[in-house]
């Protein structure tokens, strides 16, 4: 069945960039997706690439799609505290269906 | 505008009993989905619904019933609570072309 993977944690330095990985398998997803969720709040769209795009920029954020490999990473450039949190990639599956397959989620710390 | 509703937002149970959980949105759409969140785990879809009337099982619906009588509201009922029911649940409405999902704030569930 379809899968999304992600590693559990991530730990960067204020200022450096952050790059969080995921896997899926559903090749037929018409968009990808990451949320991200701060402690105790519900989860909120943080940026989507439409999949037959490589890649998508968007301020601080760069998405890269390689279809081939079936991977997607977000990038973070000039992390700040307030990125602290948890990330979670998502796949939409076909056009039509909103029943997502979301990865087990990366937890970002961000050192002072 | 609210968004996606949930309530309660926490809730403690005993073994066996059972309760409802609130969902209710005012964005006017039609696709709406329960989720529960586990460490490790990800969010696992238990319901989804794909409009008034119309529901349908996701990955883990055993012990869950949902019913969406009207469009704006989509409740959770848990029939007789156990220990491995204990998670938070998200309530997400979605819509539109890039299939953004509309979290709530979650409800943290205790059973004991």
């Known amino acids: 069945g379809e899968d999304v993977e992600q590693s559990l944690f991530l730990s960067v330095r204020e200022g450096d960039s952050s790059v969080i990985n995921c896997t899926y398998t559903?090749?037929?997803?018409?968009?990808l997706y990451w949320y991200k969720q701060e402690p105790g709040a519900g989860l909120q769209l943080l940026t989507y690439i439409f999949s037959n795009m490589d890649m998508k920029q968007d301020q601080r954020l760069t998405v890269l799609l390689n279809k081939k490999d079936k991977h997607l990473s977000l990038r973070i450039a000039d992390t700040q505290t307030g990125d602290s949190a948890i990330y979670f990639c998502a796949e939409s599956g076909a056009s039509g269906t909103y029943k997502y397959i979301f990865g087990t989620g990366t937890r970002l710390k961000v050192l002072a | 505008n609210a968004g996606v509703t949930q309530t309660p937002k926490f809730q403690v149970l005993k073994t066996g009993q059972s309760m409802t959980l609130q969902c209710a949105q005012d964005?006017?759409?039609?696709?709406m989905s329960w989720y529960r969140q586990d460490p490790g785990m990800g969010l696992r879809l238990i319901h989804y619904s794909v409009g008034a009337g119309i529901t349908d099982q996701g990955e883990v619906p055993n012990g869950y019933n949902v019913s969406r009588s009207t469009t704006e509201d989509f409740p959770l009922r848990l029939l007789s609570a156990a220990p491995s029911q204990t998670s938070v649940y998200f309530c997400?409405?979605?819509?539109?072309?890039?299939?953004?999902?509309?979290f709530g704030q979650g409800t943290r569930l205790t059973v004991v």
């Open positions: 964005m006017n759409h039609e696709y």
């Open positions: 997400a409405s979605t819509q539109g072309d890039r299939a953004e999902a509309f």
């Open positions: 559903d090749s037929s997803s018409t968009y």
